[in-house]
């Protein structure tokens, strides 16, 4: 959806996700934060990889940094890559096995969302 409202819905959340229920509801709204923020654009580079065109500023790597160290350690199956592609953007590529695409479909459909057109 691209109408700049955000589904609450987090049933693509995985079992394997090991934060505990009560706080899901705020990590999605700070992803969802995150996303308005910072995300430029997008590419599916493959169905398991997922990156994301950021602004270059230094808050948004800081942040960047943190929520997804943050997320690493409850979903270890994401990983995710940091790099500086210019002095003005950063890219974030976000990989997940085979048995989570559907988990990095819903994190790519909450970013496009977020994002809206630019």
């Known amino acids: ?3 700049g409202h955000m589904a609450t819905d987090d049933s693509w959340v ?3 996700c090991t934060l505990p229920t009560a706080e899901r509801p705020l990590r999605l709204a700070e992803f969802d934060q995150f996303f308005r923020d910072a ?4 590419d599916r580079v493959s169905a398991q990889h997922l990156r994301l065109r950021l602004d270059g500023g230094a808050q ?4 960047a940094r943190d929520l997804t160290a ?3 350690s409850c979903c270890s199956f994401f990983a995710f890559a940091i790099s500086r592609s210019g002095p003005d953007a950063l890219t974030l590529d976000v990989r997940v096995p085979a048995a989570h695409v559907d988990v990095l479909d819903g994190l790519a459909d909450r970013a496009a969302s977020a994002a809206g057109p630019r």
């Open 70 to 72: 943050r997320e690493s």
């Open 1 to 3: 959806m691209s109408d």
């Open 14 to 16: 995985p079992d394997a």
């Open 39 to 42: 995300v430029r654009g997008a």
């Open 60 to 63: 948004v790597e800081e942040t």
